[in-house]
């Protein structure tokens, strides 16, 4: 056989059959165009909006000034890191950021699947869905109407928790400007906020729990909890894997508009955290070379923490992100 050839029926050479196989690939994609057409929004918007804007990271590396430019800046290499890494609010701000993540891993990640647990064995089907209207309603509240709502329920001298307090002879407690309670105030909202959204992914899981399996369940003697123990969560442990996951690459970020809204010079020692921070630093205070390299160490982080859940996972339960 001579080289350049295949073998085959009609032995076409190399060079027809790279254009039969371009000719194909043309012809899938023209078939696939509404799919290709369906995709591209997603696709622009990642690259316009996500990635992209990381180009700007090479400020973090520089003396940025707006009236330079990006790349005209002079070059200062970790400078921006060091800075932070040795500011004296180092200790507090990742001890805050850390400590508001766990607490939030601890009562708000379970929360939902609790949720989505209890609604699975409603029957009623008026009270499922008024249930879960109910639920949902906060999540689309504004967060600064949800911060209000907080503050008037708390306030020291009308708040309806105090007035709760003074009623049964205790005195009042000036709640939004204790910091020993932001952290419960913090995650409490947020659970109240999120909890009917976030309970949506698991009753989409529970859905696809197949019937006969509590069918069997039932002849083999087993009760109400032994089936949601032995059936209903071993049906959805993949969707909590998957979600636990996500969350913990979030570990070092700590979305900032909520805490701005509720803190104080007062509760600083619990609430200040590496995201406020560098809003008054960096937005603020226009050092957005400084900004740009917290924000830079925090995706990094997240990165190597995702990185390893995802690979303890597998180990363990054969579920991952990849």
Known sequence: MKAGTYAGPDRITRKAFEERGRTRRWKTLWRERYLWLLVL????????????????????????????????????????????????????????????????????????????????????????????????????????????????????????????????????????????????IYIGSGIWQDLGWSCIIYLAALAGVDPQLYEAAKIDGAGKFQQIWHVTLPGIVPTIVIMLIMSVGGMFSVGYEKIILMYNTSTYETADVINTYVFRRGIVGGEYSFGTAVGLFQSAINFVLVYFVNRLSRKISEVSLW
Not at 73 to 100: A, D, E, H, I, M
Not at 123 to 152: A, C, D, G, W
Not at 155 to 178: H, Q, W
């Open 41 to 184: 929004p997603g696709v622009v918007y990642f690259a316009v909006f996500l990635y992209t804007p990381m180009i700007g990271l090479v400020i973090s590396f520089e003396s940025f000034s707006p009236f330079r430019g990006v790349f005209a800046g002079p070059w200062v290499g970790f400078k921006w890191f060091q800075q932070f890494f040795n500011s004296p609010y180092f200790g507090r701000l990742l001890r805050n950021t850390v400590l508001l993540n766990l607490y939030g891993l601890l009562w708000g990640f379970p929360a939902p699947i609790l949720f989505a647990l209890m609604l699975n064995e409603v029957h009623n089907r008026f009270f499922k869905k008024i249930s879960q209207t109910l639920s949902y309603l906060p999540h689309f509240v504004s967060m600064v109407v949800i911060v209000s709502i907080v503050s008037e329920l708390l306030d020291p001298d009308y708040g309806l928790i105090n007035l709760a307090i003074k009623s049964m002879g205790g005195s009042t407690i000036n709640f939004m400007s204790s910091p020993g309670w932001f952290r419960t």
